[in-house]
């Protein structure tokens, strides 16, 4: 499965952004995607995740109300909509294919850099 992001970029404190991530293949083998982000001297950050089917969805506690996950089977496609962006929202954000529950993905994208500027 291979997976490419897209949609990132500079913007300015407070605006909105969408990423998107494409994968390649069935999702069969990735019942979940997810997103994370990895700044500079950090950890990589859980984001979200969503599930292919039924659509449940998982958010981390640092963009739960500001960031949502959407995903369109149609076109395996996984969205997320960021909103009230931060100078701190800096960061290169990854979308991923796997398993939420058990903390498990095994398909990562390359990446996309998102630039939030006070």
């Known amino acids: 499965v291979q997976l490419v992001e897209s949609g990132g970029g500079l913007v300015r404190a407070g605006d909105s952004l969408r990423l998107s991530c494409m994968a390649s293949?069935?999702?069969?083998?990735?019942?979940?995607m997810g997103w994370f982000r990895q700044a500079p001297g950090k950890e990589r950050e859980f984001l979200a995740a969503?599930?292919?089917?039924?659509?449940?969805?998982y958010y981390g506690d640092s963009v739960k109300g500001r960031f949502t996950i959407s995903r369109d089977g149609a076109k395996n496609t996984v969205y997320l909509q960021m909103n009230a962006l931060k100078p701190e929202d800096t960061a290169v954000y990854y979308c991923?294919?796997?398993?939420?529950?058990?903390?498990?993905?095994?398909?990562w994208g390359q990446g996309t850099l998102v630039t939030v500027s006070s």
């Open positions: 969503i599930t292919w089917s039924g659509g449940r969805t």
């Open positions: 991923a294919g796997g398993s939420f529950i058990f903390n498990k993905y095994d398909y």
């Open positions: 293949d069935s999702t069969s083998s990735s019942p979940t």
